[in-house]
């Protein structure tokens, strides 16, 4: 076995220095078309823009490539020039399926390796051809119930093998508009994975995924999505299948655990419901936020103690590790933590609390590296609560 620095996610827990691209995206467009011409866009090849313009400048259009260039259209209404997006075509022949397999070389992996593990998430949308039959599964097209185990694989390679740590959101293709259809994504172990249903046209197939992931690209890795504060998504209209948001089974769809829209009494627009991945209920990286605050984590830690990687480690007389070098790994630990997130917002520590840092590192003395060669390092980080129901008495003062 090579020499490495391996981490571990610990779940359950929760019971329910230099800048990092916390917002950094990729987008996957299944379907799109080539343009001719040595310097414009090619399919599976890895593109790298900052602004719509840039996507124009490779010859594409609304006409040559309408679901592509909605999309990055609609990313950049929502984050704003300047912020980082790779992009990357394949064919109409592929699917979420085989683009998000891990074994396929030509697939979302090439993008991700393209990043050198930059990217922090992925976005699927596809534009089958015209003689593709959807196959109606759970309220769907079966193809993103396939995808989903694809894409769950994948995240978990990124984060072994690059240690690079990924999630991928693909809309929910060919909804059929039938919210009571739809598979429950909370009886699935997808962690790593989210569906998204809605778009700005009625009766469309595909999801609005590029507003989702605009709003992704510029909210910090604790901020859910769905947060109010940040106003309204910039879409005029939305519609969920055939109908309007405001008249929609919205409830039906967010408790089944999917990426939706909604609206809210009093206020214009529309906003984001929740962050829900497809996974358990009791699963602590149900959220994107949570998800999204202990990959940063994840890549944090491993920076940090890459540098102690095949170092010498010295032993205290009675073959134990010696208290002062761990004590010395488990501040660098913690300092990296606290200056990359914490400094930031990104964990829910007490702010009145100058000793609470949201962070914890721990290292066991009584490990026997001599024999071994290895090194277990306890690291647990504290996430921000929110609030998602917020009741209140209300009544009449009488005095």
């Known amino acids: 076995m090579l020499p490495r620095v391996k981490i571990n996610f610990a779940n359950g827990a929760l019971g329910q220095v230099e800048a990092m691209a916390d917002g950094c995206l990729g987008f996957?467009?299944?379907?799109?078309?080539?343009i001719e011409g040595d310097d414009n866009f090619k399919l599976g090849k890895a593109y790298t823009v900052k602004k719509l313009s840039a996507l124009e400048a490779l010859g594409v259009t609304e006409e040559n490539n309408p679901n592509l260039y909605r999309n990055v259209k609609d990313f950049y209404a929502e984050a704003g020039d300047g912020a980082e997006l790779w992009l990357m075509g394949f064919a109409?022949?592929?699917?979420?399926?085989?683009?998000?397999?891990?074994?396929?070389?030509e697939g979302a992996k090439s993008l991700l390796q393209a990043s050198n593990g930059k990217l922090r998430g992925l976005l699927a949308f596809k534009t089958p051809a015209d003689d593709y039959t959807v196959t109606a599964d759970d309220g769907f097209d079966a193809d993103v119930t396939a995808g989903m185990a694809k894409a769950q694989g994948l995240g978990e390679w990124a984060a072994d093998q690059l240690y690079a740590p990924i999630f991928t959101l693909m809309e929910g293709y060919g909804f059929t508009g039938d919210a009571s259809k739809l598979k429950a994504l909370t009886t699935t172990e997808y962690n790593r994975v989210g569906v998204v249903v809605g778009d700005t046209l009625p009766h469309s197939p595909n999801a609005c995924m590029g507003i989702v992931g605009g709003r992704i690209a510029v909210s910090p890795v604790q901020r859910k999505i769905s947060r109010v504060k940040d106003g309204a998504l910039t879409p005029l209209v939305m519609y969920i299948g055939d109908r309007l948001v405001e008249?929609?089974?919205?409830?039906?769809?967010?408790?089944?655990?999917?990426?939706?829209?909604?609206?809210?009494?009093?206020?214009?627009g529309y906003f984001i419901a929740d962050d829900n991945l497809a996974t358990r209920v009791e699963d602590d990286y149900r959220s994107l936020t949570n998800r999204r605050v202990i990959d940063k984590?994840?890549?944090?830690?491993?920076?940090?103690?890459?540098?102690?990687?095949?170092?010498?480690?010295?032993?205290?007389?009675?073959?134990?590790?010696?208290?002062?070098?761990?004590?010395?790994?488990?501040?660098?630990?913690?300092?990296?933590?606290?200056?990359?997130?914490?400094?930031?917002?990104?964990?829910?520590?007490?702010?009145?609390?100058?000793?609470?840092?949201?962070?914890?590192?721990s290292i066991d003395y009584a490990q026997n590296i001599l024999a071994t060669s290895h090194l277990a390092v306890g690291l647990r980080v504290k996430p921000n609560g929110y609030a998602k129901y917020i009741d209140v008495e209300l009544g009449f003062k009488t005095e």
Not at 247 to 268: L, N, P, Q, S
């Open 247 to 268: 008249i929609a089974d919205v409830e039906t769809i967010h408790e089944k655990g999917y990426i939706t829209f909604t609206t809210f009494v009093g206020r214009t």
């Open 297 to 361: 984590a994840y890549r944090v830690a491993y920076n940090t103690l890459l540098d102690s990687l095949n170092d010498e480690v010295p032993i205290a007389t009675d073959g134990t590790l010696s208290p002062a070098w761990c004590a010395s790994v488990k501040s660098n630990v913690e300092r990296a933590i606290v200056s990359n997130m914490t400094a930031n917002g990104n964990l829910g520590n007490d702010p009145g609390d100058t000793n609470d840092t949201g962070v914890e590192c």
């Open 92 to 105: 109409d022949t592929d699917t979420f399926a085989t683009v998000l397999d891990k074994d396929n070389a």
């Open 28 to 34: 996957l467009a299944i379907g799109a078309k080539e």
